[in-house]
Every structure is written in C-alpha cells, then in structure tokens.
C-alpha cells in the first residue's frame, strides 16, 4: 500500500497494485536520472517494495522523518553492486517484518566506491540494518535501530567513514567491521556516534553483544563515540592491527569493556572513560599472537562481577582495570574500585610497563605474572591505595603473600620497582 500526504496533511491510501506501479516507476525514473547526473526527491508519502537495485549514480532524496519506503516480503529493500557512486538522504527505510537473508542487510550495498547515506532512519531489519561488502564513503547523521544481527557491518571496508550515527536495540552487535584476512589495511574511521541497548542474541562467549565489533581489520579509529548497555563490551578488537580507540565514553557492560585479543597488534587504548563494567581494558591472548598495546589516560570506574557466561571462571579475571601480556605499556591511567586487581602483567610477562597510574579501592593494586620464561617488567612511579597489597606476584591464580612495595620485601628477577606511592 502507498500512502501519499495531500496539500492539507490528510493520507491518501492507495491499493497495494497502485503502489507496485509506483515503486516500479521508482526505478525507471532513477535509471533515467543516474544517466545525466540528477536526484530523484520524492515527496511525503509511503512505498513498499520487494526490493530495489540502484543504478550507478543513484541520488535518491526524501522528506526527513517523512518519506518512509517499506519492504514487502524478500529484502534486501535497498541494493546495488558495481557501482562508483549511490546517494541516500533522508529517507526512512523499514524492514516492516519482510524477510532479510543471513548476513544480508535492510540496506546490501557490494563495490561501491563512493557509498552515501547521510539523514536516514534505518530500521525493523530481519538481518543487519547496513551491510557493506568492499565499499567505501559516508555513513553519517543516520538512526539505525532494531536490527537482527547488526546495525551496520562492513566486509573489507574502503576508508569508510561512519559519523554521527544512533545505532540502537541491535539483536547482536552494534558496528562491525571485517576484513577477510587479518591485518588487511581498512582504515575506517567510527566517530561521535551514539551505541546503545544491544543484546546478545546469537550467544557465544563474544562475537556477539558488543557496541564496536572489529576482526581483523586494521587501520582503524574509533573516536569520541558514546557506548552503553551492551551484553559484552563496548569495543572489542579481534585480530585487528593498529587500532585506535581513543576518548570514547562507556558504560554499563556484561564483560569486559575493551579488549585486544586473538592476534590484535600495536592496540590503541587512549582517554577513555569507562563505568560500571566486568572488568575494564584487556589486552590478552599474547599465546595467539596478540602483541604490543598502549593503554594510557584511561579513566575506568565502578567495576561489577558481572559474568555473562557462568562456565567462565576467575581466569578471566573479572574486576581488573587494566590486563596488558606482551610489549606492552599502562601509563596515567585512573582506575577507582570496588575491584580485585588495578593492572595486571599477566601472560608471559614480556616487555611490561606500568607507570603512573592511580589506583584505588581495589584488593591488589599491580599484579605480575611469575615463572619459567617471564620477561622483563618495570612498575614505577604509581599511585597505589589498595585494600590487601599494593605490588604481588603471582602464579597463575596463585597469589604470593608479600606486598613488594614494603621494606626488605622479596625480588623477582626482570622486575623493576621503582617510586611507588601506597596509602
């Protein structure tokens, strides 16, 4: 059915046939304008569609908030492949409880070089609400609500730009970014946007569930976004090299709120600030390749036993500011209990800086790892109010009694400890 609003505001309905007719008119009047160039505007109203190819060059332009195209049965609602340039603005787009494939999209764009979608409200998607197979351009200024999986997922972005975004009520992830070979070059940039609300429908001990989703893409930033209410974390990098994840605001996680894991490189953790989570930064996973991290001016507080998968024990170690494991360096951070361990230097310990840091209201204030083919580790310099001991070693989840940081206490060999402030 089309509903088209008249001069005075009043709905004009119209048969589900007229409304077939329409959206075939649709695109022949987009082929004929892609071929010179020009946009189609189309006024107030409503369409729905089993789906529409875009033609290259495609402008469509609709009435913010008001021109609303749903699909109708098989989806995607909107495609186009092959193509150099497509253009969406301010159009709503509505899945309306038609059918999306697996890893399809409401919007199923592939090789378009210079993808836009600025001002559009995106939503009701079966599948993702955006999914995006080698393109590159603009996502921006969009609302992207109440999507099955993901609210937008890229497969071997171009530099994509994904601005100003409201991703919201998402089934399984809020933004995901892959690469189909780890360390392949996508240099997205996933800024100011607003993710929220996203549950963990697939289940799984974390693909899923996560406000900023990246797999081994690299090159990525993902900057000043605000991120809350998610079943896992708020940015979680599989794999990826060289991403930066600098002055996000985060709250409310089931696990912890930012992880490096499984192969992650040269990681980014800078000025952000993170409340009420499992555990905060986690940098883990060195014995799968994951290798070099810079956690620095992070501000994370309020840390709660949160354990979104109960077959998972103490080795996750809940409550833990910070865990880094290989070349890595924790510098200024804040962190302010209730927790279990300010910053850990757990794995093989290989190459560990904590210094300068503030730590409070915590069990242990620094924790590092002992034992056949621990590395060099220096902790200097920090700022520890701590409720059992402000330095430990430790052996695996065992934990030896002295507190470094009192006279005369025991030497590790590798171990620097110099300048440390307790109480």
């Not at 605000?226 to 990098?237: E, H, I, T």
Request: proline residues 4%.
């Amino acid at each position: 059915m089309l509903r088209l609003c008249g001069a005075a505001g009043a709905s004009l309905l119209l048969p589900a046939p007229r409304a077939r007719a329409r959206a075939v008119d649709l695109a022949a009047r987009l082929r004929a304008a892609a071929a010179t160039g020009a946009a189609v505007s189309l006024p107030a109203g409503e369409i729905s569609m089993m789906g529409l190819d875009l033609p290259d060059g495609t402008i469509l332009r609709g009435v913010p908030g008001r021109t609303i195209l749903k699909l109708s049965g098989v989806g995607p609602l909107l495609s186009a492949k092959m193509a150099r340039r497509i253009t969406l603005e301010g159009l709503t787009l509505d899945g309306a409880g038609g059918v999306v494939g697996k890893d399809k999209g409401l919007l199923d764009f592939s090789d378009v070089a210079a993808l836009s979608i600025r001002g559009c409200a995106i939503r009701n998607s079966a599948g993702h609400g955006v999914s995006l197979t080698r393109c590159g351009g603009v996502v921006a200024q969009n609302e992207i609500a109440r999507a099955g999986d993901a609210g937008f997922h890229a497969l071997d972005g171009i530099g994509l730009d994904i601005d100003g975004n409201h991703l919201r009520d998402c089934a399984d992830n809020g933004v995901v970014l892959r690469a189909s070979a780890a360390g392949r070059y996508e240099g997205a940039r996933v800024r100011n946007n607003i993710v929220e609300n996203v549950r963990n429908l697939s289940g799984g001990n974390g693909p899923y569930g996560n406000g900023v989703l990246i797999w081994g893409a690299s090159g990525v930033s993902v900057e000043r976004n605000r991120v809350s209410g998610c079943a896992y974390s708020a940015v979680r990098n599989n794999a990826g090299h060289s991403v930066s994840v600098i002055g996000n605001l985060c709250r409310d996680f089931g696990e912890k709120a930012m992880y490096a894991e499984y192969g992650a490189k040269n990681a980014v953790f800078r000025d952000n600030r993170i409340e009420n989570a499992g555990a905060g930064i986690a940098v883990a996973n060195a014995d799968h390749g994951t290798d070099g991290a810079l956690v620095a001016g992070n501000t994370i507080i309020g840390m709660k036993p949160n354990r979104p998968d109960p077959e998972f024990g103490p080795d996750m170690l809940w409550l833990t500011g910070v865990l880094v494991e290989k070349n890595a360096v924790v510098v200024g951070n804040h962190i302010v209990g209730p927790g279990w361990i300010g910053v850990a230097l757990g794995g093989w310990r290989e190459n560990l800086r904590a210094e300068a840091n503030d730590v409070s209201n915590v069990d242990y204030g620094i924790v590092f790892a002992t034992g056949e083919g621990a590395g060099a580790a220096t902790i200097a310099g920090n700022h520890i109010r701590a409720n059992k001991a402000a330095v430990i070693a430790s052996a695996g989840m065992t934990f030896f009694p002295d507190d470094l940081t009192r006279p005369n206490a025991k030497s590790w060999p590798g171990v620097t400890l110099r300048g440390n402030e307790t109480g």
